[in-house]
T-cell receptor
């Protein structure tokens, strides 16, 4: 079936180190969204990427959408303890399905 | 004022029982969803409704029946609860140009269902 794979599943970093999570789809996506879920919380929207090769930045966060619109990445520069949580990518399948398929998530732990 | 609110937040019940979770959004969005998050944090779409019309019905057992009385409400009723139904159920809403174009999802705080 249609899947969105996300790696790594877990990442432990020292505060100040960089962090990257990768997302790959088996099919072309209309767009990709990224969400952050704090421990015990609910997913909160971060950003949406629509165009092939698109790059967007939000302060220390950089989001990329691949040229083939099948992969994406989120990079955090100089992590802080407030970055702790699970980061999900979610791809909207092409073809008017309305289905937003979530990756498995990457859980980030930051040691102070 | 909470944008997407779900009740109850916690639900502990016995196998075989029937239970409901309610969701309301005050964002004026046309589309509402139910997602299930299992113990491994995997988020899976169950249903979506656009203006009270069912759009997405993923391979969910018939024991799960969503109901949308109006576009601001989407409830989930579960019959004959099983152990495997234990999860966090998230309601979400979004503003969409068409029923198939999903914009930013606004999630509720979740309803943690535990089946004993």
């Amino acid at each position: 079936g249609q899947q969105v794979m996300q790696i790594p599943q877990y990442q432990h970093v020292q505060e100040g180190e960089d962090f990257t999570t990768y997302c790959n789809s088996s099919t072309t996506l209309s767009n990709i969204q990224w969400y952050k879920q704090r421990p015990g919380g609910h997913p909160v929207f971060l950003i949406q990427l629509v165009k092939s090769g698109e790059v967007k930045k939000q302060k220390r966060l950089t989001f990329q959408f691949g040229e083939a619109k099948k992969n994406s990445s989120l990079h955090i520069t100089a992590t802080q303890t407030t970055d702790v949580g699970t980061y999900f990518c979610a791809g909207l399948l092409s073809g008017n399905t309305g289905k937003l398929i979530f990756g498995q998530g990457t859980t980030l732990q930051v040691k102070p | 004022d909470t944008a997407v609110s779900q009740t109850p937040k916690y639900l502990v019940t016995q196998m075989g029982n029937d239970k409901s979770i309610k969701c309301e959004q005050n964002l004026g969005h046309d589309t509402m969803y139910w997602y299930k998050q299992d113990s491994k944090k995997f988020l899976k779409i169950m249903f979506s409704y656009n203006n009270k019309e069912l759009i997405i019905n993923e391979t969910v057992p018939n024991r799960f029946s969503p109901k949308s009385p109006d576009k601001a409400h989407l409830n989930l009723h579960i019959n004959s609860l099983e152990l495997g139904d234990s999860a966090v159920y998230f309601c979400a809403s979004s503003n969409t140009w068409t029923p198939w174009d999903t914009g930013e999802l606004f999630f509720g705080e979740g309803s943690r269902l535990t089946v004993l």
